[in-house]
């Protein structure tokens, strides 16, 4: 049932969410409101715990290896199933590679909240409030965080880092040489997803589709006998020209209404194909020498006004690998 895999999923919020603070500064001002000194405040990551039990190992205030404040850490501490954002578990979602061939599939993720804690440590009460107020205006009470995640598949999700309580402690308890640390923990839920393996489904791709209809009575002999058998296939066929096949040129303008097109060379067109003209797709009904009946506006395209000279563009199979996600496509139907 299990295999291996890693998506980084839990890297990647945790990367994320210390790459919001990792910028904050604190500015000092003299008595002219001159600043005289600007912090940025270093940010590791790492429990507060671990932080404030090397402050109390070196009391002597002038050991210039103490490690210094104001400081900022951050840690993950829980993580939690969220039901109200649970999807349907048998879709699943593709993506083909760059090279346009191969095809990636990978089910529908599974709703986690992880548990950040954010730790600010210092030592003046109005480096804390500076600090405070550069985090607080951008939650409200979320923000909305993008990461790309499934690497080659570049999935790009908006995880909402949402702000859910503040807890001041003051630790100024003690003799004169005790060094005052002010902390305040941030505790903030990470709405993120959990994605499963994924899986190379370039052969599992269906490009056809064959049904079979068979109506008529049935005899009771053991020789079934049928009215009707038909079966009618079904395959996916571009639009629009991919690959800027030009077969020849109108040889005369072309109106909106015009239901024939005269070209240079006819030979090259194929009765029962479609070409594009300048953005408009053209079936051909017939041809006879270099002019061929066609019927205007196919797939969802406008007629338009089109002058002598222009490209006719084949659109054929050879343009079906070309299909991007996402394209518009239409169906060749034959029966048979």
Do not use: C, W
Not at 55 to 69: A, F, G, S, W
Not at 83 to 103: H, N
Not at 157 to 172: G, T
Request: aromatic share 12%; proline share 5%.
């Amino acid at each position: 049932m299990f295999e291996y895999f890693y998506n980084e999923i839990f890297r990647s919020v945790i990367i994320g969410f210390g790459s919001l603070f990792n910028g904050i500064e604190i500015k000092h001002k003299d008595a002219s409101d001159d600043v005289y000194s600007v912090i940025k405040v270093p940010l590791a990551y790492g429990p507060t715990q671990k932080f404030l039990a090397r402050l109390e190992q070196t009391p002597d205030l002038n050991t210039p290896v103490q490690m210094t404040l104001p400081r900022m850490s951050f840690e993950f501490t829980n993580l939690q199933y969220d039901p109200e954002r649970k999807v349907t578990q048998s879709q699943a979602f593709f993506v083909v590679g760059d090279d346009g061939q191969k095809v990636k599939k990978t089910f529908m993720p599974v709703p986690y909240n992880m548990t950040i804690e954010l730790s600010v440590m210092t030592k003046l009460n109005d480096d804390m409030l500076q600090i405070t107020e550069q985090i607080l205006p951008y939650f409200q009470p979320g923000y909305t965080l993008p990461i790309k995640f499934l690497g080659e598949l570049a999935e790009v999700q908006n995880v909402p880092i949402v702000i859910e309580s503040i807890q001041m402690e003051d630790d100024y308890e003690g003799n004169f040489d005790t060094r005052r640390a002010l902390v305040y923990t941030f505790q903030f839920t990470a709405k993120t997803y959990l994605y499963g393996p994924t899986t190379d489904v370039t052969g599992e791709i269906i490009k056809k589709v064959q049904i079979g209809y068979i109506s008529g009575n049935r005899s009771t002999s053991s020789n079934i006998n049928f009215n009707r058998d038909v079966t009618y296939r079904v395959e996916p066929r571009a639009v629009i020209d991919h690959n800027d096949s030009t077969l020849t040129q109108l040889e005369k303008d072309l109106d909106k209404t015009t239901t024939y097109i005269d070209v240079e060379d006819g030979t090259k067109l194929i009765k029962g194909g479609y070409v594009d003209i300048n953005g408009e797709s053209l079936y051909i009904k017939d041809i006879s020498g270099n002019r061929a009946t066609v019927r205007r506006a196919q797939d969802k395209t406008r007629a338009a006004i089109h002058p002598s000279g222009s490209a006719i563009n084949s659109i054929t199979k050879a343009d079906v690998p070309f299909i991007d996600d996402g394209d518009n496509f239409g169906f060749d139907g034959s029966t048979f």
